[in-house]
């Protein structure tokens, strides 16, 4: 059975410990980090069982990635576009940080926890898909976007429009946040703020939302939905506290979700839109993820974790 990347430490995945670094003393059973290494220093091959969880999720022909110069030079950007906060805890808390070469099957990007620290013991590490190095967020937004969908004979299709902005540093910011998620306990009590009135578990949303067309989508294991249906269910989205629908997979992805898109928000200028055409290319429906209220009425919680108001990272 194929599973799903992303988070995989939600689902009690946890990489064996099987090395030290030289300059830290770490408990037993979790993996010691240099935590004096700048961050691009753990940039290298994963652990074998990260290679086979995307094995297992259905990528193949799967082979650790050499960033070129022009690479490393767009890694350090998206880097330090991260907020403050979770450059810290990356530095802290980040074991390995690795690209893999590979024939997409299901998932760009893993999180996984190593060994069996815990809080301020974690130790993690993230494993992205190398050709995200390349790829816009217009192009990664709108394959996600629109695996959701069926073509059923309207002639709609899905659209992105997210100008120059590129998809490494969204994907970094939502994977970076999963390390800050776990070290700090964001979404482990239900009473938390990010999860009071929207999750009563991290995968049970609250009765109020459950019903929604938002959370009826292959996120949560839903058939695809006809591309007519399309703006109805981005409409329920809009009323919903959710900015996305990757974010009703379960509360660690909308805390993920959360953070990435109150950077863009606060950092950005372009702005982004989910588009639905018609056969002549005409726009039927426009979903902005900016313009839900009723989930950006939620980045005030994002700013008093990330203690900044606006912009958290340095992008300029």
């Keep these: 059975m194929r599973i799903a990347l992303g988070l995989l430490m939600a689902a009690g995945f946890v990489v064996p410990a099987t090395g030290t670094a030289a300059t830290t003393v770490a408990p037993s059973g979790v993996p010691a980090i240099d935590v004096a290494s700048p961050l691009r220093t753990r940039v290298g091959a994963p652990e074998p069982s990260i290679v086979a969880a995307y094995a297992d999720a ?13 690479e490393w030079a ?3 950007t998206a880097l330090a576009r991260l907020p403050a906060l979770h450059r810290r805890i990356l530095q802290r808390h980040l074991k390995r940080l690795s690209f893999l070469d590979l024939k997409p099957g299901a998932g760009s990007a893993l999180t996984a926890r190593i ?24 192009s990664f937004l709108g394959t996600k976007e629109a695996n959701l969908f069926a073509d059923d004979g309207t002639g709609q299709h899905l659209q992105v429009e997210a100008g120059a902005l590129d998809a ?8 970076a946040t999963h390390v800050v998620d776990q070290v700090l306990g964001l979404t482990a009590d239900s009473h ?9 578990s991290a995968r049970q949303p609250v009765a109020a939302q459950a019903s929604s067309l938002a959370l009826q989508t292959g996120f ?13 269910y981005y409409q329920a989205l809009a009323a919903s ?11 660690p992805e909308d805390i993920a979700e959360l953070f990435a898109w109150q950077q863009l928000s606060a950092c950005a200028t372009q702005a982004v839109n989910v588009q639905i055409r018609d056969a002549a290319g005409q726009v039927v429906f426009t979903y902005a ?16 974790v990330l203690g900044v108001q606006g912009c958290a990272g340095r992008w300029a």
């Design 74 to 76: 767009r890694f350090d």
């Design 168 to 175: 490494l540093t969204y994907v970094l910011l939502h994977e």
């Design 220 to 232: 949560r294991r839903a058939p695809k939905i006809p591309l007519g249906k399309a703006p109805a």
């Design 289 to 304: 993820p900016l313009a839900n209220r009723v989930a950006t009425a939620r980045f005030t919680q994002v700013q008093q």
């Design 192 to 200: 938390a703020p990010l999860m009071a009135g929207v999750w009563e």
């Design 115 to 138: 060994g069996e620290g815990t809080g301020e013991d974690a130790a993690f590490s993230i494993t992205l898909r190398a050709s995200l190095l390349d790829e816009s967020l217009a």
């Design 58 to 70: 259905g990528a193949s022909d799967i082979h650790v990635h050499v960033l070129t110069d022009a």
């Design 241 to 251: 506290p959710f900015v996305s629908f990757y974010a009703t997979a379960a509360a």
